[in-house]
């Protein structure tokens, strides 16, 4: 009797890798999750890893007698692994044990009986040596035993499949999916070269089975860790370095002098330190990663929170401004036919209280308007009227309204004409007016003496107009915050006017939602102010 | 005289409309819901109608869209103005396709300014 030769071609190693990964894997696989489909997982796992030392062995022994037992082996464990298959998608996908406890208490006693019959007889697997050792002699029994592989694999199939096709959970779909592929293709080529072909003396491929079977490990663990790529790549660091460390242990048991083999030992030592240093820092840096992954996930869902409960105060501030508007139509109406005397002439007092009325009615319609333009803005439903307009008919427009409200303060208000001649620009033409009215009435507001100009020049792509006062000015630190929302010049209020601000920030709502820009220059307080805003010439 | 319909359901609004329409000489009916806007547009023809769109059984594009489909009416010829507070680009673009002739923001104008506007459009009929 000669002990099994395990030669050192490189096939061998391959398989003897294979088998490690699978081994590897598995007690991975037991240390990581205590799921019981886990557990079943490992199970065939290990099933898989003693079926590929088997095979190592039946490929490589000149004994008839280890060949034998090596092929019973090979297909005790083979059976094996289909039942703790089985058994792992019984438990991974939840299903009723119970209610099919005949099932699987009939896929036990089967693999009971087949694993006896090929311990104790030759009715599956024969010892009688066949004619070459790398042969097996198949016992008349083994076609069942063949079929009764082919329906457990199958039965294993049926479950992943019915499963797969009937699950929501698209997470779980694709687990499935990839226990489907990474499974079923190395069984079925298994079955195929392992159990069926070899039974027609077809042999040739007998050894392809381990490297196929590999696969299967790789994407079970795969397809069951949570999160698939955390588990991936410290999976592939791993079996990158056990197949380092593998090659070099062979290389050491190879070693032919004294010198050779401690200086190859000394390596592999080495390799181990760094290939565990490797997979620790890849694991630390996937953890990292997914810790990221997980707070970016969370400022993504807290952003679209935030978005819809702005586009919510945006709808409710729609739907108020225009509820605003109904009452506001009947002091309008009233006020306005008071005005016109439709029930009898006024007293001159009455008369001017009533204009004071309607005056106010209309600054509110007008703020509500200002508020529904920057709402509809915000949500992107502007609603602008963009022609090819003359910013400088607008704006003489605009100075010939606001005359005399000037004057009535005693300030100037002029256009300092261009010389040259400008170019057009596509602009809402109202909206545009309210803008410059807004700042001319602001500088009105703010300046207790002197005037104010308004400009217009050409400035590279831009139309740009300027309202200049001589008025309070603004201070530098409050320049920046003055186009933001209810900001105003600090003082400016307790001094002189009031105002809600909002004016400013709906004309930069305006005026950048034509693409345009809107700034403030001052030297200071009391130093006057001049407001800018540039809208795009039309190419 | 021209007869005109005022459908508003804002009854202070539909009385200065009211008042004021009267007063310049036109005669004046006012419904305040799509029931009583349509029992009166079966009863009679009008020369305009003033349609508000925020009615509280119908809106008011339903009954723009009736008056001016439906082969049973009487109605099928009579301008309509959209005279109403709600006033988003897609609301007036929809009522002018319907075949609306003006579309009105109440708040906007003085019933002054709205009776100018109205006797603008009916001239053309009035000559």
């Known amino acids: ?539 | 005289m021209a007869k005109i319909l005022i459908i508003e359901d804002d009854l202070m609004i539909s009385g200065i409309y009211t008042s004021k329409f009267k007063k310049e000489g036109f005669e004046v009916e006012s419904a305040k819901d799509g029931k009583e806007a349509y029992g009166k547009l079966e009863e009679k023809e009008f020369d305009l109608i003033l349609l508000d769109k925020a009615l509280p059984d119908v809106d008011g594009i339903e009954i723009l869209k009736n008056i001016k489909t439906n082969p049973k009416s009487k109605n099928n010829q009579t301008i309509v103005v959209v005279l109403t507070n709600v006033s988003e680009k897609n609301d007036v673009e929809d009522a002018k396709n319907l075949g609306a002739t003006d579309y009105l923001v109440k708040a906007y104008f003085t019933p002054t300014e709205i009776v100018g506007k109205i006797k603008d459009i009916l001239k053309p009929n009035i000559y």
């Open chain 1, 1 to 539: 009797m000669t002990l099994p030769i395990i030669n050192t071609s490189i096939a061998n190693v391959l398989i003897a890798i294979s088998g490690l990964t699978s081994l590897v894997l598995s007690t991975v696989m037991i240390l990581r999750s205590r799921a019981l489909s886990s557990v079943f997982l490992a199970l065939s796992n290990y099933g898989l890893a003693l079926w590929i030392f088997s095979e190592l062995v039946f490929l490589n022994t000149k004994d008839i007698f280890y060949a034998a037992i090596a092929a019973k082996s090979l297909h005790i464990t083979g059976a094996f692994i289909l039942t703790a298959l089985i058994f792992f998608a019984y438990t991974f996908l939840k299903m009723d044990l119970r209610r099919n406890k005949i099932l699987l208490f009939l896929i036990i006693a089967l693999f009971v009986s087949a694993v006896s019959f090929i311990i104790f007889t030759d009715k599956i697997i024969s010892t009688t040596p066949p004619s070459d050792s790398h042969y097996i002699n198949y016992g008349p029994f083994y076609p069942l035993y063949a079929l009764y592989m082919i329906v457990i694999a199958f039965l294993f199939f049926y479950c992943l499949i019915k499963k797969s096709l009937k699950t929501e959970d698209i997470t779980e779909k694709r687990q499935l999916i990839y226990i489907e592929i990474g499974i079923m293709t190395p069984i079925f080529i298994g079955l195929t070269l392992n159990i069926v072909l070899p039974y027609f003396n077809y042999f040739a491929y007998y050894w392809l089975g381990p490297f196929l079977a590999v696969i299967y490990p790789v994407f079970a663990y795969y397809a069951i860790s949570k999160h698939h790529l955390f588990n991936i790549e410290v999976i592939s660091t791993e079996l990158f370095s056990a197949l380092m460390i593998i090659i070099i242990l062979i290389d050491v048991l190879l070693a032919g002098t004294k010198t050779e083999f401690i200086l190859k030992s000394g390596l592999l030592i080495g390799i181990a330190v760094i290939s565990l240093l490797l997979i620790r820092s890849v694991f630390r840096e996937i953890l990292a990663r997914e810790k990221i992954a997980k707070i970016s996930e969370d400022l993504k869902a807290a952003n679209v929170k935030l978005k819809e409960i702005n586009e919510a105060k945006s709808e409710f501030v729609s739907l108020v401004s225009h509820q605003f508007r109904t009452p506001l139509t009947s002091i309008k109406g009233l006020t306005s036919m008071l005005m016109e005397d439709f029930w009898g002439p006024l007293t001159g007092d009455q008369k001017k209280s009533i204009t004071q009325i309607y005056s106010s009615e209309e600054r509110l319609l007008a703020l509500i308007e200002n508020l529904l333009d920057i709402t509809r803005i915000e949500a992107g439903r502007e609603e602008f009227d963009l022609r090819p307009i003359n910013i400088l008919e607008v704006a003489q427009g605009v100075i010939q309204e606001l005359a005399s409200q000037a004057g009535e303060k005693g300030l100037h208000l002029r256009l300092i004409e261009s010389k040259e001649l400008l170019p057009l620009v596509k602009a809402d033409s109202l909206k545009i007016r309210q803008v410059i009215q807004n700042l001319i009435e602001n500088a009105i507001k703010y300046t207790p003496q002197g005037g104010i100009s308004v400009s217009l020049k050409r400035e590279a792509n831009y139309v740009v107009l300027a309202v200049a006062d001589t008025g309070l000015g603004i201070a530098k630190s409050q320049q920046p915050f003055l186009f933001e929302k209810f900001e105003r010049g600090k003082g400016a209020a307790s001094r002189y006017v009031g105002g809600t601000g909002l004016g400013l920030y709906w004309a930069a709502k305006i005026i950048g939602a034509h693409k345009g820009k809107i700034w403030v220059e001052s030297e200071g307080e009391n130093k006057g102010s001049t407001f800018f805003f540039s809208l795009p010439v039309i190419e």
